[in-house]
């Protein structure tokens, strides 16, 4: 249901808001409160002063019941409050939208409920939003999940809770605040009878400071539909008799109201070209947050802001950006409007401001031979020798590959920019794969045209890394797709889509290095002149690749004597990339999303470790040394032969997120707990000599005398096995019989 003056379309500087209730179709009581909330502001419109500003200023959307199969099933009898919160096909539907930390089996794939919502949210240039549950007495308010939260099997996120603020968390907290203080008892911060040792100081929380929800709603509607939403727990009982509506309809109703009379702060406006042509899908930036408003195609656009002192940037491209310092009062009633005049852009201001005026890369822009490319990077090189080297004729990569590497230290992180030539040879396909294979890239960056995307390797795991990497290349520009950005797409390109994919995928397997591809826009051979144009729109994106190394950790594995740990892997919890310390020092540099995540250390004959980390962006976090454990074990382990096979032959890969690994030598098996203690769960990680984990291995229990079989099973994408069935105190041996190799046997 719309609620306002003008129904029907959307007017420039009228926000647009909304409630959205019953998204657990066994929490009722929301669904009632926007019923006589409909009631109440319509039987008040032209009665009341108060009423008639909120409708007349404010175009407000009600959603009754996101979920009415879920409230068909649910039953006010129903005291553990399980019936009916999934819909029909038995999907929790806060937990099945996009997240931007990863994805699991609850958000892989989108219900249409939550399709439907997510269509409607895209469609509307919504600026605050709410959506009401029960079962408690909060306001809850984004972000509410971390990237750790994908490491959990049961896609419910970690029990150990972390609070996760966005960059706008006062503005959060003031807006929790002001429904809960409106409330008659939330900001009390009174435990539930059902949950008396949880409270929430003033009636309260970030959200993933109280328990994370993967695939919220919540997070999911600001950082991609752009709308500021709290998740607004209104009651403690979710299914409470009908004689309790009018208590809970007294408690809510100012605080109601006082919520959407809050999206009459901040600042509103046009963007226009100088000659008053409105520039549609134009962004509108606050003091270089990174989340980022966007013009409709009148060119009008709506910011919440707190009062204060801003500066506001509006881009378009093809324009100059505008920026402008921006004073909301305190006593501001309505928002501040700030319009913008964008000029159009001047290949030479361009170019100052962002290039240091290098002027032959915007003006006279033309293609280069193979010879005259030599020839630049020659001269690079000579101008900037102490932190360039041209690889020219060294050896056979380098003369099949000319080259230059930049650094100002060999022991840096190593990136790679590729071009791409459709003539290649089968010799420099073969330098190609040498080149990968020897320089061991911790990031590759490579670039096609057809679009304005960003490839990644897609490794299907449950804590994102590369798809956020993509996400911070694209920048805030293309980071929400406009219909004039879209490319005319045929079946060529469609082909060579997919082929980008298969080629990202299978060099990540084969050789371990995460390869970006980078679209630079639809053309494949722009005109000469229009090479200008191409670079000025991906400067910023090919820089962002850059800049992803900033982000990260360091340290150095070691045992208890300082000795380097060679052979020491560690990983993120949940996500199966294995990242390996250097030969000599074991010392290791890895280039990660900003965020909390559990790093896992592991080393054969030494006892695992986990460390938590909370990453911000651009910070490189020392860990110094870690110190491994020796792990005390009743026998050595044995170390087995592998049959002789064809050294060129890959091992069978069933896993999408694993990489495709050339058998070793040999082959070990080491518990992870180190034996240390006899507990009912036996565990373990299979891996070959190179400490390369073997998936899909078969893995057997047995008693040590009898030789009964006590369990079997198979290792999982990471080598892993664990059996948990085993009762008792006895000898035991664990067998593992991996393809290609001989038994070994502990």
């Not at 009415?68 to 553990?80: I, T, V």
């Not at 963007?271 to 042509?277: A, L, M, N």
């Amino acid at each position: 249901m719309e609620v306002t003056a003008t129904p029907g379309q959307h007017v420039p500087g009228k926000p647009e808001v909304k409630y959205i209730a019953n998204m657990h179709g066994n929490e009722v009581v929301g669904r009632e409160l926007l019923l006589l909330f409909a009631k109440y502001l319509c039987e008040n419109f032209n009665r009341t002063q108060r009423i008639t500003k909120l409708v007349n200023g404010t175009r407000l959307h009600l959603l009754f019941s996101m979920n009415p199969d879920g409230y068909e099933l649910s039953d006010a009898n129903d005291k553990e409050s399980l019936r009916g919160r999934s819909n029909a096909n038995n999907v929790d539907l806060n937990r099945n939208f996009p997240d931007q930390f990863g994805r699991n089996q609850y958000n892989s794939h989108q219900e249409p409920e939550t399709l439907a919502v997510m269509n409607w949210s895209l469609s509307t240039p919504f600026v605050l939003s709410a959506n009401l549950h029960g079962g408690a007495l909060v306001a809850n308010y984004p972000y509410d999940d971390s990237p750790k939260d994908f490491a959990y099997s049961s896609g419910y996120g970690d029990p150990r809770t972390v609070k996760n603020p966005t960059e706008e968390n006062e503005l959060f907290q003031y807006l929790a605040h002001v429904y809960a203080n409106s409330h008659t008892t939330m900001h009390l911060g009174h435990p539930c009878p059902t949950y008396l040792r949880e409270t929430f100081p003033d009636g309260i929380t970030n959200g993933a400071a109280w328990y994370s929800v993967t695939g919220g709603m919540q997070d999911w509607s600001y950082v991609v539909g752009g709308a500021y939403e709290l998740t607004l727990e209104v009651g403690c009982d979710k299914f409470p008799p009908a004689s309790q509506l009018p208590d809970f309809w007294k408690q809510n109703r100012e605080a109601l109201l006082q919520y959407v009379e809050q999206a009459q702060h901040g600042i509103t406006g046009y963007v226009r070209s100088t000659i008053g042509h409105p520039i549609g899908r134009a962004s509108v930036k606050v003091n270089q947050i990174e989340h980022v408003t966007y013009t409709t195609a009148n060119g009008d656009y709506y910011r919440l802001l707190l009062p204060g002192l801003y500066n506001v940037t509006a881009e378009a491209e093809g324009y100059e950006p505008q920026s402008l310092e921006v004073r909301i009062p305190p006593e501001a009633e309505r928002a501040v409007i700030v319009d913008f005049q964008l000029m159009r852009d001047d290949p030479q201001h361009w170019s100052s401001a962002y290039d240091y005026r290098t002027l032959e890369n915007v003006i006279k822009t033309r293609y280069h031979s193979d010879a005259e490319l030599q020839s630049i990077m020659a001269e690079f090189e000579n101008k900037h020798y102490k932190s360039v080297t041209l690889e020219f004729s060294g050896n056979e990569v380098s003369m099949a590959y000319p080259s230059v590497k930049v650094t100002d230290s060999v022991s840096s992180v190593s990136e790679c920019l590729l071009g791409e030539n459709g003539n290649i040879n089968k010799l420099k396909k073969d330098m190609f794969l040498r080149m990968l294979k020897d320089e061991e890239y911790d990031l590759a960056l490579t670039f096609s045209a057809g679009g304005h995307d960003v490839f990644f390797p897609n490794t299907e795991d449950k804590v994102a890394i590369y798809s956020r990497f993509a996400e911070k290349i694209k920048g805030h520009k293309y980071r929400q797709s406009a219909s004039s950005d879209h490319c005319t797409v045929d079946a060529g390109q469609l082909h060579q889509v997919e082929a980008t994919q298969r080629v990202t995928n299978a060099i990540h397997k084969l050789y371990e290095v995460p390869l970006f591809t980078l679209q630079l826009g639809c053309c494949k051979m722009p005109s000469e002149t229009a090479i200008a144009s191409v670079w000025r729109q991906n400067l910023e994106r090919m820089t962002n690749f850059l800049r992803l190394i900033d982000t990260g950790i360091r340290g150095f594995v070691k045992d208890i004597h300082g000795t380097p740990l060679r052979k020491a892997i560690l990983r993120v919890h949940g996500n199966n990339l294995i990242y390996k310390v250097t030969p000599n020092l074991a010392h290791f540099r890895i280039v990660l999303p900003s965020g909390s995540m559990d790093i896992e250390i592991s080393c054969y004959n030494y006892t695992s470790r986990i460390m938590p980390v909370t990453l911000s962006d651009n910070q490189i976090l020392d860990l110094g040394d870690i110190v491994m454990q020796e792990a005390a074990r009743p026998r050595e382990s044995i170390v087995a032969p592998p049959v002789p096979i064809n050294p060129h032959v890959l091992l069978p890969e069933k896993h999408h997120d694993f990489g495709v690994l050339e058998p070793a030598k040999t082959m070990k098996v080491f518990p992870q707990d180190g034996g240390v203690e006899v507990n009912a769960v036996v565990s373990g990680i299979v891996l070959d000599d190179a400490n390369h984990p073997l998936p899909n291995a078969k893995v057997y229990v047995t008693d040590a005398h009898s030789e009964q079989v006590l369990a079997n099973g198979r290792t999982g994408p990471l080598g892993k096995f664990q059996f948990e069935s085993l009762s008792g105190t006895k000898d035991i041996m664990v067998h593992a019989e991996p393809s290609g190799y001989e038994q070994g046997v502990k």
